[in-house]
């Protein structure tokens, strides 16, 4: 993503559609039909039972996943963004997302953004690192973080480029009540610019939206 681009995204709006909405796994019911729109500035909370598709509607939104049944668009300022270009827009934080052990905070952060055709990468890494309070920790190797750490450093990696939408699967895990609350501003300053969705079953998070999305899936992946 440009520099331009990177800026643009401070002043658009951004809006999230989904029509009977389903996906399976083999057997395996993952997302039961659901539909909602969400329109930006908003922060929205999906809950629902264990294996009800709080992770699979997520990937689902970002472009990782492609439905089997029904819809999900989005679009950004006006303008609908295919899946395979939505990276470029969202930033997704959830318990599967991994970094380079070998590499420290610093490097994975400047890495990424360097993908993203950031245009410093090096700052770019140790902004996203200040906003989640782990500048200090910069140099240190991923292997040595501890996993309240690494889960900060998920954060940092989802605002990394400044997305209009910002995805979050339990963003509160592993994290004390000091993570918690940088958990709440992180969702509170990032709603005032776009579209924040948090897949979530913790009270603390799903007030922190003004909007929720109950998935009424039987949970578990059972067959249906």
Same mark, same amino acid.
């Given at each position: 993503m440009s520099a331009a681009l990177a800026a643009a995204t401070a002043a658009v709006t951004a809006t999230c559609e989904a029509h009977d909405l389903a996906h399976r796994f083999g057997a395996r019911s993952a997302l039961e039909p659901v539909s909602f729109t969400l329109a930006g500035p908003i922060a929205a909370a999906v809950t629902g039972?264990? =294996?009800?598709?709080?992770?699979?509607?997520?990937?689902?939104?970002?472009?990782?996943?492609?439905? !089997?049944? =029904?819809?999900?668009?989005?679009?950004?300022?006006? @303008?609908?963004?295919?899946?395979?270009?939505? @990276?470029?827009?969202v930033g997704y934080a959830g318990p599967a997302l991994s970094f380079y052990d070998e590499l420290t905070a610093g490097e994975n952060l400047?890495?990424?953004?360097?993908? @993203?055709?950031?245009?410093?990468?090096?700052?770019?890494?140790?902004?996203?690192?200040?906003?989640? =309070?782990?500048?200090? !920790?910069?140099?240190?190797?991923?292997?040595?973080?501890?996993?309240?750490?690494?889960?900060?450093? @998920?954060?940092?990696f989802a605002v990394l480029h400044r997305p209009p939408v910002l995805l979050l699967d339990e963003p509160g895990s592993h994290l004390d009540d000091e993570g918690r609350a940088l958990v709440a501003r992180l969702v509170d300053e990032e709603r005032r610019r776009g579209l924040v969705l948090i897949a979530t079953n913790d009270e603390r998070e799903w007030r922190l939206a003004e909007q929720r999305i109950e998935l009424r899936g039987r949970g578990l992946g059972h067959p249906a």
């Open positions: 039972p264990n =294996g009800s598709g709080k992770t699979t509607l997520l990937r689902i939104v970002s472009g990782l996943l492609r439905a !089997r049944r =029904g819809r999900c668009t989005l679009a950004i300022g006006g @303008r609908d963004v295919a899946p395979g270009e939505r @990276r470029h827009w400047a890495f990424a953004a360097e993908t @993203r055709g950031l245009a410093e990468p090096g700052r770019a890494a140790l902004a996203a690192l200040e906003r989640v =309070g782990l500048a200090a !920790r910069a140099g240190d190797r991923v292997a040595a973080l501890s996993s309240g750490m690494t889960q900060r450093l @998920r954060l940092a």
